[in-house]
């Protein structure tokens, strides 16, 4: 089970330096950056230096995330390509970074051995999937559509990117969709099981008079304002007011911290399997949301809703499922969530 010493999440900051090392324990290099993809917020790839292993210090090379093991407490990556495989990749100067299209890095991809993440059906096979109700998902992907139309022909290619790094990511602005400043984003925390950004943590300084909190926020609710060097953030004022922030050294770091922050902005937790996603959620009206909210202040204890929220989880699945296997499942869960239930009373 996670925790705080074992998390689910890790920032990236935390993970861009790790060293590389393979099999055997040698040392390859490190991880000079990560590369988001901004259309579903995945840990599209890797950026690694090899150093004096291969003799080739003057190259960066993109590394599908998939190919990475983290070794938390050793505070590595284990790489598991062969030796002779990374010498014949290649790379590129750390001055000239190519134009990191879908289209390259299907390339990529393809020349470790991995399929690329957004072919049709790996989704379902990793479980992955936006987290977001049908219609706000079709909403968010005709306004991204519509924004990247209305960018002329003439625009470079670097200035319409598949793919951002960490690194510029982080320190972008938050606008609302009134254009008004709401604050920044401090940091990408990295689901390490499946390469997804979990949360953005953002800070609104003056605007909602928080300074002191940081606040998880999915990245489905942001989208790239790119001649704005902004993110569009497209939660009310009145949610944002109320939400729930977190002190600056307490980081929800495991899925159940976090589950109850996705549940609160209207989003499908993303780590919920594909069965799940198919049901379509509909977003909460205020009322239900306030309703939810005094029902939530009621249990004494984080562990307490979490196990009510499991109950509550497994109650919908048996409205939607009808399937013998999947009942099955739910039973098991049920189970798991009534020792649950029973530990915590």
Same mark, same amino acid.
């Given at each position: 089970?996670?925790?705080?010493?074992?998390?689910?999440?890790? !920032?990236?900051?935390?993970?861009?330096?790790?060293? +590389?090392?393979? =099999?055997?324990?040698?040392?390859?290099?490190?991880?000079?950056?990560?590369? #988001?993809?901004?259309?579903?917020?995945?840990?599209?790839?890797?950026?690694? !230096?090899? &150093?004096?292993?291969?003799?080739?210090?003057?190259?960066?090379?993109? #590394?599908?995330?998939?190919?990475?093991?983290?070794?938390?407490?050793?505070?590595?990556?284990?790489?598991?390509?062969?030796?002779? +495989?990374?010498?014949?990749?290649? &790379?590129?100067?750390?001055?000239?970074?190519?134009?990191? !299209?879908?289209?390259?890095?299907?390339?990529?991809?393809?020349? *470790?051995?991995? $399929?690329? *993440?957004?072919?049709?059906?790996?989704?379902? $096979?990793?479980?992955?999937?936006?987290?977001?109700?049908?219609?706000?998902?079709?909403?968010?992907?005709? %306004?991204?559509?519509?924004?990247?139309?209305? %960018?002329?022909?003439?625009?470079?290619?670097?200035?319409?990117?598949?793919?951002?790094?960490?690194?510029?990511?982080?320190?972008?602005?938050?606008?609302?969709?009134?254009?008004?400043?709401?604050?920044?984003?401090?940091?990408?925390? #990295?689901?390490?099981?499946?390469?997804?950004?979990?949360?953005?943590?953002?800070?609104?300084?003056?605007?909602?008079?928080? =300074?002191?909190?940081?606040?998880?926020?999915?990245?489905?609710?942001?989208?790239?304002?790119?001649?704005?060097?902004?993110?569009?953030?497209?939660?009310?004022?009145?949610?944002?007011?109320?939400?729930?922030?977190?002190?600056?050294?307490?980081?929800?770091?495991?899925?159940?911290?976090?589950?109850?922050?996705?549940? *609160?902005?209207?989003?499908?937790?993303?780590?919920? &399997?594909?069965?799940?996603?198919?049901? @379509?959620?509909?977003?909460?009206? $205020?009322? $239900?949301?306030?309703?939810?909210?005094?029902?939530?202040?009621?249990? @004494?204890?984080?562990?307490?809703?979490?196990?009510?929220?499991?109950?509550? %989880? #497994?109650?919908?699945?048996?409205?939607?499922?009808?399937?013998?296997?999947?009942?099955?499942?739910?039973?098991?869960?049920?189970?798991?969530?009534?020792?649950?239930?029973?530990?915590?009373?």
């Amino acid at each position: 089970m996670a925790d705080r010493n074992n998390p689910d999440f890790l !920032s990236a900051s935390t993970l861009k330096g790790d060293k +590389v090392v393979n =099999a055997a324990g040698e040392d390859l290099g490190k991880i000079e950056e990560l590369m #988001i993809d901004l259309r579903d917020g995945r840990l599209a790839f890797a950026v690694l !230096s090899f &150093g004096g292993f291969l003799g080739l210090g003057d190259k960066l090379f993109a #590394i599908p995330w998939q190919a990475l093991r983290l070794k938390v407490h050793d505070h590595a990556f284990v790489l598991d390509v062969p030796k002779d +495989v990374l010498e014949k990749a290649e &790379g590129f100067d750390k001055d000239k970074w190519p134009i990191t !299209s879908r289209e390259w890095l299907s390339t990529v991809y393809g020349y *470790y051995g991995y $399929q690329p *993440y957004w072919q049709t059906g790996v989704a379902g $096979q990793t479980g992955i999937s936006t987290g977001m109700p049908a219609g706000r998902e079709s909403e968010r992907m005709a %306004r991204m559509e519509r924004e990247t139309k209305a %960018r002329t022909v003439s625009t470079t290619a670097r200035e319409m990117p598949d793919f951002l790094s960490a690194s510029t990511i982080k320190k972008d602005k938050v606008i609302n969709r009134a254009g008004e400043d709401l604050g920044k984003i401090e940091e990408l925390m #990295i689901d390490l099981e499946n390469g997804r950004i979990a949360y953005a943590v953002l800070s609104f300084g003056g605007f909602l008079g928080m =300074a002191d909190k940081l606040f998880a926020i999915p990245w489905q609710a942001l989208t790239l304002r790119l001649h704005e060097h902004a993110f569009l953030l497209d939660i009310s004022k009145d949610v944002l007011e109320k939400a729930e922030g977190f002190d600056k050294d307490h980081w929800p770091l495991t899925r159940e911290e976090l589950s109850r922050t996705y549940t *609160y902005y209207g989003y499908k937790p993303y780590w919920q &399997g594909e069965a799940v996603e198919r049901a @379509e959620i509909p977003r909460e009206t $205020q009322p $239900q949301r306030t309703a939810r909210t005094e029902r939530e202040k009621s249990f @004494e204890t984080a562990e307490e809703l979490i196990a009510e929220q499991e109950k509550e %989880r #497994i109650e919908q699945l048996e409205k939607t499922e009808t399937d013998k296997e999947r009942l099955e499942q739910l039973e098991r869960e049920k189970a798991i969530a009534e020792r649950r239930e029973h530990k915590y009373h």
